[in-house]
């Protein structure tokens, strides 16, 4: 595309630096040479620094060399140009000096220098960003003048028109009434209109009738359910934080955002206002407890990215400026960014807003009378934690003793050993240490048992002295290890340290010194897990000193003294009256939180108090911090370092810099949202980037008309969508004309009305308003559909967990609750057919639906098609329409139920043998499977039918030839079949009954007639047939009947199949009777013929695409 | 399969047969259609310059991709790459400045030989991927930029470590489309428990919600459960074809006025697709359907069965199968528990291996083997009574591959003496990436997808195909 705003300067002298002139230069320069440059030489030659006066980050310091030898790029000539000199390693300097660069990349450079070293530069960087359409302010342009002046019913409709008449194209008509109404109550409400609904926008040919109907639907409460569910889109809306290792995934209030957003657009809060509230709700309200506060959710309910507050932070400027402003300054993010003027310090300064904001929960109160149960359940809430917590410290206390404070006893104690004074049922001996304990410390010792040890050492070597010499040789010890000048062994500082003044007296004192040692360790360890819970951060997962991380990697990692888990549980060691009122106080924090009744709450950001100054990190790595930048806007849209945010974060005055009237891209990208939403496509395609890479819109003008009346409109979103909705280019019907159709394929200029296919919520919720189930309850907690698959709520309120989002949501192309979504993709995947056709929500609503359209009367096919169709379509059916259904009424009833699904390559039922003519006669199935056995009824044995039944390994036949127990194999394809197996009757048999009189085993092919025939009486036979062939469908019945009498006849019969498909050699399949063996699928009862009919029209592109 | 329809009393004397004849493309197209309809929505998309994603850039050596994740990081000192010099130094201090020296160098407790005619040495925790030491191609030089598991496994994956980028398979599935019409062509088998990162692991991202994988949890055997809505609890096959017969009769009549939009079309044909997948994938994921000798070639483990799993899916068309086997993160106990862990292994691919070669289906096939980073030859743990495990090594790794296009009985590429880093031939993650869509006939700088204003990659601006593995 020809209209990419990025412009090229050769600066430094345009004769040197030619400009750029084709874009696969500019892609050349951007790939390979920029990135060789940056990676390479930037650090040493770069803004920053500038080694030996050389700088290589900006065309204009290319003609020089600094030292005065002579330029480092000659355009054209690579030989003459000392960078390549330099990067080749033919001479001094060989650069860069840390190693040669791949020949790629030289390649690339010598390239691009005889090229003429092209150079892109973007104008706007430069600081004149007004060359770029969204860049320049809005104004308001005025309305063309067209031809057909008929047409136009709004200033909208002008603009179209004259962009088609340019064109030589002309508008659609307006589209027929039932058109009208169903597509304008999809786009306002998301739910069909009903059936009474539309018959009457038909009859009511009024001229105001439409806008009346306009008004209705944006009065009305599902106005806000629809819309909103666009904006969560663009939020990265999500109930839980995504997979993480942290248990805590859930977001429980999250839906308090998702329901602001509802009442939002429904009171048409100002746009601009709504943008304030989601970024600085906080510092607007300053009031605890508003409800406005829950607006926070658009930055706090992201991914959590394990804790990363880079991350976290990055998250929330993406939601921001590309859902508001239409601008991705992720990449500025390491270094200034490609395309847009969005440098390194914009990021930072913007970074430093958020930079040590913590989440909280703050309870939300929506009037006076729920203040008073809000602060009352938060401060339960509290108190029930609070008391669990105490708890389990008390416990844990109670259990193993202050254990933590007693290093230095318990290392006497693991050291010592021998005679163990003997621990009580729970382990506590009469020294007061605890057993569990003192063995953890005994397992240090001996995992330490070396002389290299760094932190143990010492003590291995004074517990080896005796005490008698232990006055003598404990100073020359202690001399040696506070020197700790041995290269071969060297000890942790901190336990030189100890060792530093006086020797110790005994091992005690060594014991003391260690203890202290690791008390300091304990408490500066303990106090950062506090500090991270306190603020809802990850735990820390190391010291930052090496030194004391050692010390704690030897107390606190897996199996260590200080491993709560190594110790055991806690709440295992309790006796069952104290597990109770573990479990007692658990469930209370449980029950609490999960209460019902519990009041909203709002996800917050805390500023800190004193935020700190907001540097930019090189290359985007936290721990190298550069220069520092003041918090401020981009500098793009006004923001400067001479005018800094100076209240506090500055998060307010982001937000009002994003709100502010003249900010230049607010109300664009606002208005491109809403127009997509309704005209099925942006004036810009890419409603999240708006920057110079981004291609122009269909009709600038208009995007500016429209974001200029929604700024005179005092922001409100109602009044910019009936300002479109209203227009005739949205009424166009969509019938497509050949003419204009091959003049602008695309319907860029709307010739048409776009065609649009309902996305997930409105084709599930339109489901709903057909089969008539519908729940129109609006807000509260989200509904997990595991819980609740067939939930009548509508999808909005269906809760939508980042790690386990349900595999519908995916398969409708549901936004991707990860990032921040421009729009949603439209797939056409068989998962989505596979649902629709055989999931159980569908065919609850095709029942209800069937049921609905029988009016509670007995009605004829006819009546019931025609009342079908209309709460399914909101039509009649043409005369083709009903003469088709009730022929596939009459169809369906006729056709022979011959049970769900294609699987059941196995079945099980009564066979009547005729001796005479070698067949079987019938095959019942048996419709009981109870204690792993498929048998003829509910009682067992039955009285008709006696022991007869089927098992894994064998069964037992019924009491005569025309009651055979037999096994069906169905065969899934054509091909060639080998069967072996073994029956066996009575084993051993010496221990057999002499009643019994034995069983007969029969193969047959449905085909072939018998395969195998063998009586078996207190033996075992094998049950081979070599190479038959069968075809696709055909029975093999593997038939057990009993000689004169059934008595003591359960046998065992188990059999393998080897299928080989003919023509395929390799793909032999097996059955294996044992393996196979299952009870029945899990089956609804079947659906009528009417229900099924009822369940296409949910299916047909009639019911899920809009006209 | 096509029963009695129902009398038609259309005036068109319109049948199925009629509609799929006329939609002419056949199913190859309907793909195609789909993301070109996609393509003009958002914007974003496939870059205007690339004609069409879906034909290769080359002539591609290998038409599915088998990988197979050892989870955790598997120790490339103690299956792959001998250490001599190491076992020299065990329980001392290894003499490498800047390495960990409070840790002793520990030996592998594992003998390593020269296996097959080209003498590859491989331990003896392997000894039946040993005897197939001919067809592996071993990269001792893979390095990565991640040494946690979840960044790790995000940049082996999908290329990036944090960021919300597509996964391989799904670059894959992008580029190539679906051979197989009747199931999904990206399939990701994790046996109880999804791997650290869940689905992130195999995320489209920004690329069509088809891209993604379509995860199977293998624990259970009964394929109702292994796919959901394969079957239908209401209705028979031939119950389902007279509804889809009426229901394509309306969509036929309504597509009659609208005769210029392409996505109706394609929402008919996935009916079909959904009906045959009914039946097919039934088959395609039902192991229990493999003669005994060929379920015992593979074992009967998770990963033996998942291994047999993917056969039957490449074997059916299937793009990309990732299986995932967990259980290599060995801090202590790794003399024992490596062993254990690497028997159900090796025999799954042992007999993976033998079995496709068996098929003619080893050359058309890339097998890739390895995890999301090695481990260090020193020791780590606590220490506690000699139970010595190994900790985490991002610098220097071994991945295996086997199949069409690479050298078999070939090792490239070599870590220091130690097995710290890789030293020679380095191969990074992005490399291996380019690699693999080289192999698949893929151009890596060339497969791009516009999103949020940029071209993405799958290798970023990296990636250098790793040409002396070539055959």
């Known amino acids: 595309m020809l209209a990419r705003q990025v412009f090229f300067a050769g600066l430094a002298g345009a004769t040197l630096f030619a400009p750029f002139a084709r874009s696969d230069e500019f892609d050349f320069f951007e790939n390979e040479v920029r990135p060789v440059l940056a990676q390479h030489c930037f650090k040493c030659h770069g803004a920053k620094q500038q080694k030996g006066g050389i700088r290589l980050d900006e065309p204009k310091h290319l003609a020089n060399a600094g030292d005065g030898a002579g330029p480092l790029v000659v355009p054209g000539d690579p030989q003459q140009s000392r960078l390549i000199q330099a990067v080749q390693y033919t001479d001094e300097p060989k650069m860069p000096p840390a190693g040669k660069l791949p020949d790629h990349a030289i390649d690339a450079l010598k390239q691009w220098v005889k090229k003429g070293a092209p150079w892109p530069v973007e104008k706007a960087r430069g600081g004149t960003t007004e060359d770029h359409w969204a860049f320049r302010p809005v104004r308001a342009p005025s309305v063309p003048t067209v031809h057909a002046s008929d047409w136009p019913v709004t200033e909208i409709d002008r603009f179209i028109l004259a962009r088609l008449e340019a064109r030589k194209l002309s508008p659609s008509p307006t589209a027929d009434r039932r058109t009208l109404i169903r597509r304008i109550t999809f786009d306002l409400t998301g739910l069909p209109p009903t059936e009474q609904e539309v018959e009457a926008f038909e009859r009511d040919q009024a001229p105001g009738a439409y806008t009346i109907l306009v008004d209705r639907l944006l009065g009305s409460k599902q106005f806000g359910e629809r819309w909103a569910r666009h904006w969560l889109d663009v939020a990265r809306y999500a109930d839980s934080k995504g997979p993480s290792a942290n248990a805590k995934i859930a977001y429980p209030s999250a839906y308090s955002f998702r329901d602001w957003a509802v009442c939002a657009f429904n009171v048409d809060l100002p746009y601009d206002q709504f943008l304030v509230k989601q970024i600085a709700a906080d510092h607007q309200a300053r009031v605890q407890n508003h409800p406005d506060l829950a607006a926070l959710g658009f930055l706090t309910l992201g991914r959590k990215f394990e804790g990363s507050e880079p991350d976290i932070i990055d998250d929330r400027l993406d939601v921001i400026f590309r859902g508001t402003q239409g601008l991705s300054i992720g990449c500025a993010r390491c270094h200034d960014h490609k395309y847009d003027p969005i440098s390194i310090r914009d990021y930072y300064a913007l970074y430093g807003v958020f930079a040590g904001a913590q989440e909280k929960d703050e309870v939300i109160v929506t009037g006076p009378e729920q203040r008073l149960k809000a602060l009352a359940y938060a401060a339960e809430l509290r108190a029930r934690s609070r008391d669990y917590k105490r708890f389990l410290e008390a416990e844990r206390k109670r259990v193993f003793g202050d254990h933590r404070r007693k290093a230095e006893q318990y290392l006497m104690a693991a050291q010592l050993g021998g005679g163990e004074p003997r621990a009580d049922a729970t382990g506590k001996r009469p020294d007061g240490l605890h057993q569990a304990i003192v063995n953890l410390y005994k397992t240090l010792l001996e995992g330490t048992r070396t002389d290299r040890h760094r932190v143990m050492s010492p003590w291995q070597a004074f517990a080896a002295l005796k005490p008698d010499e232990f006055a003598s040789k404990a100073k020359p010890l202690a001399a040696r290890f506070a020197a700790n000048d041995d290269e071969e062994k060297p000890l942790n500082p901190m336990v030189a340290q100890l060792f530093s003044g006086k020797a110790p007296v005994d091992l005690m004192e060594v014991a003391r010194r260690y203890g202290k040692l690791f008390a300091t360790i304990t408490r500066k360890w303990e106090k950062l897990i506090a500090e991270a819970d306190r603020a809802d951060r990850e735990r820390p997962t190391e010291l930052d000193s090496e030194t004391e991380d050692e010390i704690r990697q030897l107390i606190y990692g897996p199996g260590a003294p200080l491993d709560d888990r190594a110790a055991g549980d806690i709440k295992d060691r309790l006796d069952s009256e104290r597990r109770a009122k573990h479990d007692e106080l658990q469930k209370a924090v449980q029950n609490w939180t999960n209460d019902p009744s519990a009041p909203p709450m709002a996800r917050v950001l805390d500023d800190p108090d004193q935020p700190a100054p907001a540097r930019v990190f090189r290359r985007g790595k936290p721990e190298e911090p550069g220069e520092e930048v003041p918090r401020r806007f981009l500098s793009l849209l006004g923001g400067s370092d001479a005018n800094p945010f100076v209240d506090g974060s500055g998060r307010y005055e982001l937000a009002r810099a994003i709100a502010r009237k003249d900010n230049p891209l607010t109300a664009r990208v606002w208005v491109n949202r809403v127009w997509g939403h309704l005209l099925g496509r942006g004036l810009v395609a890419t409603p999240s980037d708006f920057g110079t890479r981004s291609p122009a819109p269909s009709h600038p003008e208009l995007l500016d008309w429209l974001a200029y009346s929604l700024v005179a409109d005092g922001w409100s979103t109602k009044r910019l969508i009936r300002k479109i909705v209203l227009s005739r280019t949205y009424q166009q019907a969509s019938t497509d004309r050949p003419e204009p159709r091959a003049n602008d394929p695309a319907n860029e200029l709307l010739w048409r009305m776009n065609r649009k296919r309902l996305e997930l919520e409105p084709l599930r919720d339109a489901m709903l308003a057909a089969s008539g189930l519908l729940d129109l309850t609006v807000g509260g907690r989200p509904v997990d559909i595991a819980d609740e698959p067939n939930c009548r709520r509508r999808t909005l309120y269906l809760a939508v967990k980042r790690e386990n989002l349900p595999s519908f949501f995916r398969a409708f192309d549901f936004a991707n609750p990860d990032l921040h979504v421009p729009a949603r993709h439209e797939t056409t995947v068989p998962q989505q057919a596979l649902f629709l056709l055989n999931g159980p929500f569908v065919a609850e609503q095709a029942r209800a639906l069937a049921r609905r359209a029988e009016q509670g009367l007995p009605t004829d096919d006819e009546t019931w098609v025609r009342q079908a169709y209309r709460a399914a379509l909101g039509r009649d059916p043409s005369t083709e329409d009903r003469n088709q259904a009730v022929a596939f009424l009459a169809a369906a009833s006729t056709l022979e139920a011959i049970g769900p699904g294609p699987t059941a390559t196995w079945r099980y039922g009564i066979g009547d043998w005729d001796e005479a003519g070698k067949s079987l006669v019938s095959f019942t199935p048996l419709s009981h499977f109870e204690n792993e056995q498929w048998q003829a009824g509910s009682e067992f044995p039955d009285q008709a039918h006696g022991y007869l039944a089927l098992r894994a390994e064998g069964g037992h036949p019924g009491p005569n030839r025309q009651q055979a127990a037999v096994r069906r194999w169905v065969a899934p394809s054509d091909g060639m079949l080998t069967i072996e197996g073994l029956a066996r009757h009575q084993l051993p048999a010496e221990a057999a009954d002499p009643k019994a009189d034995g069983i007969r085993c029969l193969i047959v092919s449905a085909r072939n007639g018998i395969l195998f025939e063998a009586g078996v009486r207190n033996r075992e036979v094998r049950t081979t047939v070599a190479q038959v062939g069968v075809t696709k469908g055909e029975f093999i019945d593997f038939i057990t009947d009993p000689q004169a009498g059934d008595a003591f006849d359960s046998f065992g019969w188990k059999v393998t199949l080897s299928l080989v498909p003919a023509g395929r050699p390799r793909e032999e399949s097996c059955f294996d009777s044992a393996a196979d063996f299952r009870g029945p699928d899990p089956t609804s009862p079947p659906l009528s013929p009417r229900e099924k009919l009822a369940q296409v029209l949910l299916l047909c592109n009639e019911f899920t695409f809009v006209d | ?471």
């Open chain 2, 1 to 471: 399969m096509r029963r009695k329809r129902y009398p038609s009393i259309a005036t068109g004397q319109f049948n199925r047969r009629d509609w799929l004849a006329s939609a002419g493309a056949g199913f190859g197209g309907l793909a195609l259609a789909a993301i070109l309809a996609d393509r003009g929505k958002a914007g974003d998309g496939p870059t205007p310059k690339q004609s069409d994603p879906r034909s290769t850039h080359f002539a591609p050596k290998v038409k599915h991709v088998i990988h197979v994740f050892l989870e955790g990081g598997p120790s490339h000192v103690d299956l792959f790459d001998p250490k001599p010099e190491l076992s020299r130094n065990d329980g001392k201090p290894i003499p490498v400045p800047g390495e960990n020296r409070k840790a002793p160098a520990f030996g592998s407790p594992f003998r390593f030989a020269r296996r097959g005619q080209s003498g590859l040495e491989i331990s003896d925790a392997l000894p039946l991927l040993g005897d197939l030491a001919d067809d592996l191609c071993v990269i001792r030089s893979m390095h990565s930029d991640e040494a946690a598991h979840e960044t790790a496994m995000l940049l082996m994956n999908c290329g990036n470590a944090r960021l919300a980028r597509p996964s391989v398979g799904s670059w894959i599935t992008y580029g190539l489309g679906r051979e197989d019409q009747n199931l999904p062509e990206f399939v990701v088998l994790y046996d109880g428990k999804p791997p650290v990162k869940g689905v992130e692991n195999w995320q489209a991202a920004f690329l069509p919600a088809t891209c993604q994988a379509t995860a199977v949890d293998t624990q259970h055997r009964d394929v109702s459960r292994l796919l959901e809505n394969i079957h239908s609890p209401f209705a028979a096959a031939a119950e389902q074809r007279l509804q889809l017969d009426l229901l394509n009769d309306l969509n036929r009549r309504h597509a009659a006025q609208r005769t210029d939009d392409p996505r109706l079309e394609a929402r008919i044909k996935s009916f079909e697709l959904a009906y045959r997948m009914q039946t097919e994938a039934t088959d395609a994921f039902d192991i229990a359907r493999e003669a005994v000798r060929v379920r015992e070639l593979y074992g009967d483990t998770p990963v033996g069965r998942q291994c047999l799993m993917a056969r039957r899916l490449i074997e059916r068309g299937v793009r990309f199968v990732q299986v995932y086997n967990p259980g290599w993160d060995h801090h202590d106990t790794l003399a024992d528990n490596l062993r254990v862990q690497a028997k159900g292994l090796d025999r799954a691919l042992a007999g993976l291996l033998t079995d496709l070669k068996r098929r003619d289906l080893l050359a058309e096939t890339l097998v890739v083997i390895g995890g999301e980073f090695g481990r260090t030859p020193v020791a780590d743990g606590i220490f506690i009574s000699k139970k010595l495990g190994r900790g985490h090594n991002n610098r220097g790794f071994t991945t295996i591959l086997a199949g069409g296009g690479v050298k078999g009985g070939y090792a490239h590429g070599k870590t220091d003496e130690f097995g710290f880093q890789a030293v020679e031939g380095k191969v990074h993650v992005h490399d291996l990436h380019a690699t693999i869509l080289q192999l698949l006939g893929l151009d890596h700088e060339r497969l791009t997808y516009r999103y949020a204003g940029r071209d993405f990659r799958l290798t970023d601006v990296h990636g250098n195909i790793v040409k002396e593995i070539l055959a």
